[in-house]
């Protein structure tokens, strides 16, 4: 019986030790809670697409070449009538370009040049921004021995909060 009883005393004086100087927690009410926000921007990207005109060249890509061969046929021989020796071989092949050139004048020049219109989508990608407010925490005011005080927290409280009681002696 006695060491039951001096367990018991020990058991008290302990947690009497441990009150007086350490920490107990205790459950407060909550007074007022307060959603603290910021915002936030998301990027979104968004494709676009319109109709643009440009215009190509029709028959461009079916143009003859006998205007040019001809023209070098007959500047070749006319060349030819020139000069002689080495000197009637330079006049046939300078004949022959100048005529092939005035050919493929000549051969363009009979040929107007026609256009028509290409529809064609264009698209690109644009990149907006969306705002939006978040709410980053919580302002919560709490009531403990008759005063009112005030914490953050990141989540809602609730009606009551559990706070931290440390007694610490004064000299």
């Given at each position: 019986?006695?060491?039951?009883?001096?367990?018991?005393?020990?058991?008290a004086?302990?947690?009497?030790?441990a009150h007086?100087?350490g920490?107990?927690?205790?459950t407060?009410p909550?007074v007022e809670?307060?959603?603290?926000y910021?915002t936030t921007r998301?990027?979104v990207?968004?494709t676009?697409?319109?109709?643009?005109t440009?215009?190509?060249?029709?028959?461009?890509?079916q143009?003859?070449?006998t205007?040019?061969?001809?023209?070098?046929i007959?500047?070749?021989?006319?060349?030819?009538?020139?000069?002689?020796?080495?000197?009637?071989?330079?006049?046939?092949?300078?004949?022959?370009a100048?005529?092939?050139?005035?050919?493929?004048?000549?051969?363009?020049?009979?040929?107007?040049?026609?256009?028509?219109p290409?529809?064609?989508e264009r698209?690109?990608?644009?990149r907006?921004y969306?705002?939006?407010?978040?709410?980053t925490?919580?302002?919560?005011?709490?009531l403990?021995?008759?005063?009112v005080h005030?914490t953050?927290?990141?989540?809602?409280?609730?009606d009551?909060?559990?706070?931290r009681?440390?007694v610490?002696?004064?000299?």
């Open positions: 019986m006695f060491a039951r009883c001096l367990a018991a005393a020990a058991l004086l302990g947690a009497g030790l007086a100087g920490v107990h927690y205790q407060v909550v809670v307060e959603p603290r910021s998301t990027p990207d968004r676009v697409c319109w109709d643009e440009s215009y190509q060249r029709v028959g461009g890509s143009r003859s070449a205007p040019t061969v001809v023209g070098a007959i500047g070749g021989v006319i060349g030819n009538q020139f000069g002689g020796g080495s000197g009637n071989k330079a006049a046939t092949v300078a004949g022959a100048l005529g092939g050139s005035i050919g493929r004048d000549a051969g363009r020049s009979n040929q107007p040049t026609r256009y028509t290409v529809t064609e698209c690109t990608i644009q907006d969306q705002e939006q407010n978040v709410i925490g919580y302002r919560v005011a709490y403990y021995e008759g005063q005030r953050h927290m990141r989540h809602h409280p609730g009551s909060i559990r706070v009681v440390a610490t002696p004064v000299p």
